[in-house]
């Protein structure tokens, strides 16, 4: 059975910080583009950062490039997101997919979900 479990959210204060880890079973985790997918109230889901089975390819949604960073670490089957400068905008229910396949941005793509976390941002 595959599961992905994302911890780290809360409330944060604008221009703070928060690490998001999702923990990852029940695959070759090793053998998974990992990505980060947001969606907010009223909007759509929306790509956020997304990291190639090795660890050296990353990618970015424009809304956060230069302020959030996707790592991996295959030991432990777990892959984060660093949020920093964070905006009342990045408030969201944040999760983790994995993907066979391809780095892709396009959430239809990916073939396993976790049950997300909550970020909220205060102004």
């Known amino acids: 059975q595959v599961q992905l479990v994302e911890s780290g959210g809360g409330l944060v204060q604008a221009g703070g910080s928060l690490r998001l880890s999702c923990a990852v079973s029940?695959?070759?985790?090793?053998?998974?583009?990992m990505a980060w997918f947001r969606h907010g109230p009223g909007e759509e889901r929306e790509f956020v950062a997304v990291?190639?089975?090795?660890?050296?390819?990353?990618h970015y949604g424009d809304s956060v490039k230069g302020r959030f960073t996707i790592s991996r670490d295959n030991a432990k089957n777990t892959v984060y997101l660093q949020m920093n400068s964070l905006k009342s905008e990045d408030a969201a229910v944040y999760y983790c997919?994995?993907?066979?396949?391809?780095?892709?941005?396009?959430?239809?793509?990916?073939?396993?979900w976790g049950q997300g976390t909550q970020v909220t941002v205060s102004s």
């Open positions: 997919a994995a993907n066979a396949l391809e780095m892709g941005r396009s959430w239809w793509n990916y073939d396993y």
């Open positions: 029940g695959l070759t985790f090793s053998s998974y583009a």
């Open positions: 990291i190639d089975w090795s660890g050296r390819s990353t």
